[in-house]
T-cell receptor
Framework: TQLLEQSPQFLSIQEGENLTVYCNSS?????LQWYRQEPGEGPVLLVT?????EVKKLKRLTFQFGDARKDSSLHITAAQPGDTGLYLC????????FGAGTRLTVKP | DAGVIQSPRHEVTEMGQEVTLRCKPI?????LFWYRQTMMRGLELLIY????????DSGMPEDRFSAKMPNASFSTLKIQPSEPRDSAVYFC?????????FGPGTRLTVL
């Protein structure tokens, strides 16, 4: 059983569409991170959220941390083929636990 | 900074052989993590160290796996003897406070 549940598991959309992926847990985290991983590479950190209710924007990506610090969402506006990859969320206690990821494909 | 460095990047070995994976964390980071990633199980935490001390090795699959961190700039993950089911990508990551950075990974294939 995953400590962090990510949904959807797979997502295939057309270029220009918007999308939201979710990361949910029953546990409270001191912080939560989002990563993107491309084939043959290690996960690359996108953002860290620390405060409940926090919203961070990174160009077309918007990250939100739930008020209770148990869940998070990632919204991508006007998706591009370069956004294709595996999106992982990770919650931090003393260690860091990862969700199974959302595999996003953006078709031109 | 060069980031987290892992070696080798690829390793192909035969069942029963000993495998040693190496990691150099980012200088100044006081926590180091070893993960294994497969399509079936995703990214699994194997073990992590704080200030060179192993804190939680509950994710280590079995006694065939061992990890050491003799100093702040080096860690190893050893599998002896290796089995085909150990085939995976092994990642090392280092962390300071809340930010964790991954190495490029070692792709291990056990025949």
């Amino acid at each position: 059983t995953q400590l962090l549940e990510q949904s959807p598991q797979f997502l295939s959309i057309q270029e220009g569409e918007n999308l939201t992926v979710y990361c949910n847990s029953s546990s409270v985290f001191s912080s939560l991170q989002w990563y993107r991983q491309e084939p043959g590479e290690g996960p690359v950190l996108l953002v860290t959220v620390v405060t409940g209710g926090e919203v961070k924007k990174l160009k077309r990506l918007t990250f939100q941390f739930g008020d209770a610090r148990k869940d998070s969402s990632l919204h991508i506006t006007a998706a591009q083929p370069g956004d294709t990859g595996l999106y992982l969320c990770a919650g931090a206690h003393d260690d860091m636990r990862f969700g199974a990821g959302t595999r996003l494909t953006v078709k031109p | 900074d060069a980031g987290v460095i892992q070696s080798p990047r690829h390793e192909v070995t035969e069942m029963g052989q000993e495998v040693t994976l190496r990691c150099k964390p980012i200088s100044g980071h006081n926590s180091l993590f070893w993960y294994r990633q497969t399509m079936m199980r995703g990214l699994e935490l194997l073990i992590y160290f704080n200030n060179n001390v192993p804190i939680d090795d509950s994710g280590m699959p079995e006694d065939r796996f061992s990890a050491k961190m003799p100093n702040a700039s080096f860690s190893t993950l050893k599998i002896q003897p290796s089995e085909p089911r150990d085939s995976a990508v092994y990642f090392c990551a280092s962390r300071t406070w809340v930010t964790q950075y991954f190495g490029p990974g070692t792709r291990l294939t056990v025949l």
